[in-house]
């Protein structure tokens, strides 16, 4: 009979995707570049990125070539001298990041089934955040244990280094909960204290991991089902002496790998089998057992999801504004330089058809505002309202959502309108705007250029006329 777990917890590198590769994608033309074209030694670099490494407490180091002293042969910052280099190694990587086979079909069947989902990994928040996201696992993984990154380097702020919203590289469903300061794996205490956190039974959880001495050996001693990822491991890749030469990890850890292996409960060759050893049901949770705080809890995280949604839609009318707004002003410039296209032997002016364009896309942007991501935020809001009218009573302070759509709705010439309402005012009004332009241009006649030059010639000699008097 297989064992019933209502949490699966997972090593996110090398269990949901080859890290090892990504890292070898992203590093070898920085490592590259450094020994070729600046010239350092590859004994001296490496001991000089693997210092940087266990000071940062990280083999991922975003500002690596900020502290390393070496000097480029022009004199340029090694940043500036290897631009190249650092274009392609951020290529690489995007193109290294992808999850390993039947990780995402496997994770949201198990979720589908109430269990929660946990991820417990080693490597730091903004790359742990930046890949889920990436990798479309937003959501579906309830919570990420990870440590709190570096501190920036003197004189960078995040403004600096990032081209895009802050949203973009954020998680924005997936609570992140970091783990203390300098606590890494094998940490049995850790693990527990996760388990705690989560309101589980140590014999209810199932941890899957790559590593035997980190992972399945920590997992042992925490009361967890271990189940072992075989097919992550990278230890006979060619290039895993180099990591293990400019990495982070102590050399305790690294001397640990060549020690008699722990036999793992489980082993797994694709993760999808994981489905086939345990019975994943959802927690058995009692409402009784819920405190005021595991209550507010749960309500915020239906609030942040509303709050994700609301921002989205918000986005899509600011497109919808901007790239409407640039067709229709280019159906204007058509329209005053009186260009046509003969349809059906009658001139039309060509401004209709782009009118029509703008027209159609307006649509689409309502269609994907109204009737997608709004009925998201609906399914969020209702969620809301059902906590706050079942617990609404005994904790007071979780009645925001309530009131909000009790405030919601505004009344225009007699007619009450709701959400659905604004927005079909909204996208219905830009609609309006497009049709009375394309009528317009279809009953009148632009003035030719040689007229608008002759009208204009005719009042500057006017204007010099009355100057002279």
Not at 252 to 276: C, G, N, R, W, Y
Not at 295 to 324: C, G, P, S
Not at 381 to 402: M, R, W
Request: with cysteine; net charge neutral.
């Amino acid at each position: 009979m297989k064992p019933k777990v209502n949490t699966l917890i997972v090593d996110l590198d090398n269990t949901l995707y080859n890290w090892f590769e990504i890292w070898r994608a992203s590093f070898l033309p920085i490592y590259n570049g450094l020994r070729d074209r600046v010239g350092v030694d590859e004994i001296v670099l490496q001991c000089a990125i693997r210092e940087v490494h266990q000071l940062r407490k990280t083999s991922e180091y975003t500002f690596l070539l900020d502290e390393l002293k070496f000097a480029a042969p022009d004199g340029a910052p090694l940043r500036s001298f290897l631009e190249e280099e650092i274009r392609q190694s951020k290529t690489e990587r995007d193109r290294a990041l992808k999850l390993y086979q039947t990780v995402l079909k496997t994770l949201w069947q198990v979720k589908k089934s109430g269990t929660s989902i946990v991820a417990y990994t080693e490597s730091l928040s903004f790359y742990s955040g930046y890949r889920l996201k990436k990798l479309g696992l937003d959501g579906v993984i309830d919570y990420l244990y990870c440590p709190e990154d570096n501190d920036l380097p003197s004189g960078v702020s995040l403004r600096k280094i990032r081209s895009l919203p802050d949203e973009f590289y954020e998680l924005q469903i997936t609570e992140i909960r970091h783990t203390a300061p300098n606590e890494l794996k094998p940490n049995p205490r850790l693990l527990r204290e996760i388990v705690r956190t989560l309101n589980a039974k140590p014999d209810e959880c199932v941890y899957v991991g790559d590593s035997l001495f980190k992972d399945v050996a920590m997992a042992k001693d925490a009361g967890v089902h271990d189940v072992y990822a075989e097919y992550g491991a990278a230890q006979s890749h060619s290039d895993y002496e180099l990591l293990k030469k400019v990495s982070h990890w102590p050399d305790s850890d690294i001397a640990k790998e060549l020690e008699p292996a722990v036999t793992p409960s489980h082993s797994i060759e694709v993760f999808s089998e994981i489905l086939q050893k345990f019975d994943f049901v959802g927690s058995q949770v009692k409402v009784a057992d819920l405190n005021a705080s595991h209550m507010i809890d749960i309500w915020k995280k239906v609030v942040d999801v509303q709050q994700h949604f609301n921002q989205l839609e918000m986005q899509i009318r600011n497109y919808a504004l901007t790239v409407t707004g640039a067709i229709m002003a280019a159906a204007g410039i058509t329209f005053r330089d009186g260009l046509s296209v003969n349809f059906l032997g009658a001139e039309i002016s060509l401004s209709i058809g782009i009118a029509g364009v703008a027209l159609t896309i307006w649509a689409g942007f309502w269609f994907m505002d109204r009737h997608w991501y709004h009925r998201l935020l609906k399914g969020a809001v209702d969620h809301a309202t059902t906590i706050e009218e079942k617990f609404g009573k005994s904790i007071p302070e979780i009645t925001l959502g309530s009131r909000i759509s009790a405030n919601s709705p505004v009344y225009v010439l007699s007619f009450k309108l709701g959400s659905n309402g604004k927005i079909n005012l909204f996208y219905g009004l830009g609609a309006l705007i497009i049709l009375l332009f394309g009528l317009f241009a279809f009953v009148a006649k632009p003035v030719p250029n040689v007229l608008r030059k002759t009208a204009t010639a005719e009042m500057t000699s006017s204007n010099n006329e009355y100057r002279h008097a």
